[in-house]
């Protein structure tokens, strides 16, 4: 069976990762980025997706196409919607459909 390739995105309020995994738990590929709170949310999500297009690349050109996307970030949210509600590291993201949000830009299930 081939394997299954994930992205996974851990969104905090010190570093933001993207990385390229497998199922099984082996990382392939991982870019990271200060997340700069005081940006906001919009400028944090833009240089979020330019990442994860860097990371989509890399997997790309290696034949690992990721099937979905993961998220790990601090609440409190509404898991099942995927809204952050204005996470006391991440000033500034109050109602954010991160969901919605990444499934619109990355063209893959969150």
Same mark, same amino acid.
């Not at 993207?18 to 980025?33: I, M, P, T």
């Not at 991440?90 to 969901?99: E, I, M, N, R, S």
């Given at each position: ?15 933001? @990762?993207?990385?390229? #995994?497998? &199922?099984?738990?082996? $990382? ?9 709170? *005081?940006? !906001? ?7 979020l997706c ?8 890399? @997997?790309?050109?290696? #034949?690992? &196409?990721?099937?979905? $996307? ?5 609440g409190p949210?509404?898991? *099942?919607? !995927? ?28």
């Open positions: 069976m081939a394997a299954k390739y994930l992205l996974g995105l851990d969104i905090g309020g010190t570093k933001t @990762a993207v990385l390229l #995994g497998d &199922l099984a738990g082996e $990382v392939y590929l991982r870019e990271e980025f200060a997340t700069r709170t *005081e940006r !906001g949310f919009a400028a944090t999500f833009d240089e330019e990442t994860v297009a860097r990371v989509r690349a890399g @997997a790309a050109a290696a #034949g690992r &196409l990721p099937e979905a $996307v993961s998220v790990s970030i601090g949210l509404e898991i *099942e919607a !995927g809204v952050v509600q204005s996470p006391p590291n991440l000033p500034g993201w109050d109602a954010v459909p991160l969901k919605r949000s990444l499934e619109e830009r990355c063209s893959l299930p969150v």
